[in-house]
């Protein structure tokens, strides 16, 4: 009882907003923002709603008669936070302390404050701290009235000085550049490995999807691995990688990502952007799914958005993977299965269970065939421009030079194949 005393005690509120073209059914959505509450060890979340406004009021978000109704519910449970799942500006932010006298953070923050807690690495460290900042950075325009007076320059310095809040931010700024070379010297790193598992026969299966779909059940089935995997949102931040072998098939590094989300805040998809690369480098990404979940269509939706604006093309060779068939009624488990089946480049499966993963892996073996295959080339002098493209290319496993020129072996797609026979 002791520890629960100790937990700051946090109420969930979901703005639905009529006006916002792009809400969600609002019961799941807040449902959501609560599991993300839960996931925070320190939070006692001790109620929940969802609050339905026709628009946005811009200096309090909520209209006052809803604000005095909400402000004798939390001070009647005691309420220390209050959690609201969406945008809160600086403005807004300020107005509902000062009415609710607690302390409000918005998804952004929300989201920044799991990651903050979870992050093991020091690239994952650095990635949250820098985002952490950015999102701060914002909450400086007119947020807190203190930052508005002048700080006057030295003695000898002519002019007004500057403000606090122009001091802050150009303080920020400057820890965002520290932090900026220390990931780019972590990155350059996780680059020089990336380039030595390019020389090595080794296709990339990457595993993205929303966050809590099962990745790192399947990622610990398929690879015998122990990831963190709990029925919780953002149980695993930092990237992991193992060598699998694929029966019947080619030996792959399985490379499990962190969980996307709906409105994922963009600082933390920008300082991401680093550890996501793995999926740009993919030659196979499984997308996986909560097959069981309600809101399964709306999250693939989300996923897809996230991976395009971070550049994975549609050409990409991608495998649906329906996950949670566990946690479907048998008949509704059947009706997925059948309707898999139909579809091509879909599995349904149960990560938990084992079912399904023996058609997964075939599917994977037959898709990364074609990926890279070694052959023996044998150029003369001559062929210099050839040679030239090889090495550029990256795909030389070995040269041995001969009276006549050059034998060298290659590891190449058959893409790359066709660019060279048309050189």
């Given amino acids: 009882m002791e520890h629960d005393r100790k937990r700051t005690r946090a109420w969930v509120l979901h703005p639905e907003i009529k006006s916002d073209q792009h809400r969600r059914d609002p019961e799941p959505a807040l449902a959501e923002a609560v599991a993300l509450a839960q996931a925070l060890p320190d939070l006692d979340v001790v109620g929940s709603d969802v609050v339905r406004l026709p628009k946005a009021h811009a200096g309090m978000l909520f209209g006052s008669g809803k604000i005095e109704e909400l402000a004798q519910k939390l001070k009647s449970e005691e309420v220390e936070l209050v959690l609201i799942d969406g945008p809160v500006s600086p403005v807004q932010q300020r107005n509902l302390e000062k009415a ?10 929300l989201i920044l404050e799991i990651f903050s807690d979870r992050a093991r690495t020091r690239e994952g460290v650095l990635q949250v701290e820098m985002a952490a900042l950015s999102y701060q950075r914002t909450r400086l325009v007119r947020a807190w009235t203190h930052l508005e007076r002048q700080r006057g320059g030295l003695g000898f310095v002519g002019g007004p000085g500057e403000t606090q809040i122009e001091a802050d931010r150009r303080a920020i700024d400057d820890q965002l550049v520290r932090l900026r070379r220390q990931l780019d010297k972590v990155v350059k790193t996780r680059t020089l490995h990336r380039a030595a598992r390019a020389k090595v026969p080794y296709p990339i299966v990457a595993l993205v999807g929303y966050t809590n779909a099962g990745k790192s059940t399947l990622f610990n089935r398929l690879t015998g691995a122990e990831v963190m995997a709990e029925d919780m949102l953002f149980a695993t931040l930092d990237p992991t990688m193992r060598r699998v072998l694929l029966p019947d098939g080619p030996e792959v590094i399985l ?5 996307f989300i709906s409105d994922l805040p ?41 991976l395009t604006s971070l550049g994975v093309d549609e050409n990409r060779t991608q495998i649906e993977v329906w996950n949670k068939l566990d946690n479907l009624s048998e008949e509704e488990a059947d009706a997925r299965r059948q309707r898999a089946a139909r579809e091509e480049g879909i599995h349904a499966i149960s990560a938990l269970t084992g ?4 058609g997964l892996l075939a599917d994977i073996a037959e898709k990364l065939q074609g990926t890279k295959h070694q052959e023996m080339l044998s150029l003369d002098f001559s062929q210099g421009k050839q040679r030239a493209w090889l090495f550029a290319q990256d795909v030389v496993v070995s040269e041995e030079q001969t009276e006549s020129g050059f034998d060298i072996t290659v590891l190449w797609t058959a893409k790359q194949r066709a660019q060279y026979d048309g050189l």
Avoid at 100 to 109: A, N
Avoid at 267 to 288: C, K, N, P
């Fill in 266 to 306: 963009t600082e933390l998809v920008a300082a991401f952007r680093a550890t996501l690369e793995e999926v740009l480098a993919a030659d196979v990404i499984l997308h996986v799914r909560d097959i069981s979940h309600d809101e399964t269509e709306h999250q693939a939706r989300d996923v897809a958005a996230i």
């Fill in 355 to 358: 079912e399904g993963i023996d």
């Fill in 100 to 109: 609710w006298k607690v302390k409000i953070l918005d998804r952004t923050g």
């Fill in 255 to 259: 490379s499990d990502t962190v969980g």
